[in-house]
């Protein structure tokens, strides 16, 4: 998930669902269309067998 929220709450910029079988996978996504001096904050969710994790609450902040 993308966010200009911190909380990650509001409305979000982005929100993909990747599915897999099997081993682990690699993910990435080139982001099109952001807003220039906007810091975006973004976490990954993953479900398996064993259950739901988040990531922490990770940013970055886009060029002039």
Same mark, same amino acid.
């Given at each position: 998930k993308l966010s200009t929220h911190a909380d990650m709450s509001g409305p979000q910029a982005y929100s993909q669902q990747i599915s897999a079988t099997g081993g682990g996978i690699d993910f990435h996504h080139e982001f099109t269309g952001l807003q220039p001096n906007t810091t975006y904050y973004w976490t990954s969710t993953v479900t398996n067998v064993n259950g *739901?994790?988040?990531?922490?609450?990770?940013?970055?902040? *886009?060029?002039?």
């Open positions: *739901t994790a988040t990531s922490a609450v990770q940013s970055f902040k *886009t060029q002039p």
